[in-house]
């Protein structure tokens, strides 16, 4: 468990919400002081309403509605400060739990809901506008580290990036957690980013849990101190810290856009919930460690920090009013997908006709077709 007090960490607000600026946080302080109170109350309302549709989401896994989910709860302040920090013509790599960072691109709750569901093998159309450039989701871990630094030399070679245009000069973010980080694909990565000097940077958010193995196990110095072995710019930032995470991402983003090539945060967060639906925590870790990071839950403290700046509290009855009004509408709409026609199984196994897959498939429809309505043989 990394201590409270890490001078290296770049942290703005305290465990309790008060204004505290560390040492390392100086000098992002500029960035911070030019948001306006409606910007700060976007970042407070995207955490409470991901949150919400977290819970609604594990809850229909539970209820057999959908087959798998990867809960984000603890890490809202991490993703949305991030998320919020990126221009419209950056471009997003998430891994398969950044569900906040995906909604704030513009990509559609019920389509990751789809992909959780079994309905689809993708999720969205990472080409189509509304989705804010934002590739799909990648269960395989650090392999989107890959993707994105192939499509970072793409931009370097197609000059889209570095011409001194603020406007138009594209960046890319790549997410990916404290597991994926001992991935060679991620090492890889990072060789051809710094390499070839990409417009990217790389996000990680450690949440100490690489399923049930603690990160201690698998690095002996802090994570960022990778990014800097293979020549980039690296930090560490108090990921349960939105104002913090909104500071360095945006600077990284800013330098990276403008032809400095890669960067790499470490963003020191927690999974307060399971790896996923599938996972058990209370088999690997203790009641003491969780209610640790329970009393800096980043929710708890941006909601303290606002209060302490006047926020009212029908603001903040409003943000928990449409938190619930998006859970609910997330379930509505879950529950009108509908079930998978089985016959597709067979589709996408090869990418030409297989004879055993046709015999496979030609046994299953006689099989199914044995069945009356009731489900009788």
């Not at 958010?205 to 110095?221: E, F, K, L, Y």
């Not at 297989?354 to 498939?361: I, M, S, T, W, Y």
Request: glycine share 8%; with cysteine; proline share 6%.
């Amino acid at each position: 468990m990394t201590p409270p007090d890490d001078p290296a960490m770049v942290r703005v607000l305290a465990d309790d919400g008060t204004y505290a600026p560390s040492a390392a946080a100086e000098e992002y302080l500029p960035l911070i002081d030019a948001l306006a109170d409606t910007d700060l109350e976007t970042f407070y309302r995207d955490m409470v309403v991901v949150r919400a549709f977290d819970r609604q989401a594990t809850n229909l896994q539970r209820q057999g509605q959908l087959a798998l989910w990867p809960p984000s709860f603890g890490q809202e302040a991490a993703q949305v400060g991030s998320a919020r920090a990126a221009r419209p013509q950056d471009h997003v790599f998430p891994s398969y739990r950044e569900h906040v960072v995906c909604t704030i691109r513009g990509v559609d709750p019920i389509d990751i809901i789809r992909l959780m569901r079994g309905l689809t093998h993708g999720g969205w159309d990472p080409a189509d506008p509304r989705n804010g450039n934002t590739r799909l989701y990648t269960l395989v871990l650090g392999s989107q580290t890959l993707h994105s630094a192939g499509y970072g030399m793409g931009l370097v070679f197609d000059g889209r990036t570095g011409t001194g245009d603020p406007e138009r000069d594209e960046a890319l973010i790549v997410y990916y957690g404290d597991g994926a980080s001992s991935q060679g694909d991620v090492h890889e990565a990072m060789v051809f980013a710094a390499s070839y000097q990409t417009p990217q940077v790389f996000f990680l958010q450690n949440n100490h849990w690489a399923i049930s193995v603690p990160v201690a196990t698998q690095s002996r110095v802090p994570l960022y101190r990778r990014g800097e072995g293979y020549g980039m710019p690296s930090l560490r930032v108090d990921g349960n810290d939105v104002l913090a995470s909104y500071a360095v991402t945006k600077r990284a983003l800013d330098e990276a856009r403008a032809g400095e090539g890669p960067r790499a945060i470490e963003a020191l967060t927690y999974r307060m919930g399971a790896h996923t639906t599938s996972d058990d925590p209370t088999k690997y870790r203790g009641g003491d460690e969780e209610q640790y990071w329970a009393r800096r839950d980043p929710i708890a403290r941006m909601r303290a920090f606002l209060q302490s700046r006047g926020a009212s509290q029908a603001f903040f009855d409003g943000v928990e009013a449409d938190a619930a009004a998006y859970a609910d509408d997330v379930r509505v709409r879950t529950n009108a997908l509908g079930g998978l026609d089985t016959s597709v199984m067979f589709d996408h196994v090869y990418s030409e006709p297989h004879p055993l897959v046709a015999q496979q498939q030609a046994w299953f429809t006689e099989y199914e077709s044995s069945f009356d309505q009731e489900g009788r043989a």
